[in-house]
């Protein structure tokens, strides 16, 4: 279900050069990684513009002073469920997804929607061609 691979940046990318990539790559945020590929942060466009624009930084301000840390996670070994709890529990909208501390994905709440709504989908389908049946005869 996640987005794979997740669209990465460097801490010292300028804030112009991630919200470029973000246009790019039609997404609402990249993740930062060091050189070793770890996860140092997230960036999202609520990140510059809150704390960007609204302040009146520069566009060559660095990612690394705009970006939110630590970031909430999961890892790749999780299941749906812990997904899905980490969501309600954390309030946030997108997880990226690590293994070993490396990004490999990115889950979003409209991840899962699009799960639920397939889930119900998948289970009227059924229900609905009985019900269909019946009314025929």
Do not use: K, W
């Amino acid at each position: 279900m996640m987005t794979a691979p997740p669209v990465t940046v460097g801490p010292t990318a300028t804030a112009f050069e991630a919200a470029l990539r973000m246009e790019q790559e039609a997404i609402g945020c990249v993740l930062v990684t060091d050189r070793d590929g770890q996860l140092c942060g997230i960036l999202t466009d609520r990140d510059l513009t809150l704390r960007g624009l609204a302040h009146g930084v520069d566009y060559g301000r660095l990612v690394a002073d705009l970006m939110t840390a630590p970031v909430t996670t999961v890892g790749a070994d999780d299941d749906l469920d812990t997904a899905y709890r980490t969501f309600r529990s954390a309030g946030v909208r997108r997880l990226p997804v690590l293994d070993d501390g490396r990004p490999i994905g990115m889950l979003t709440v409209d991840d899962l929607l699009r799960d639920v709504v397939q889930r119900l989908f998948d289970l009227l389908i059924p229900v609905s061609r009985s019900v269909l049946r019946e009314n025929v005869v």
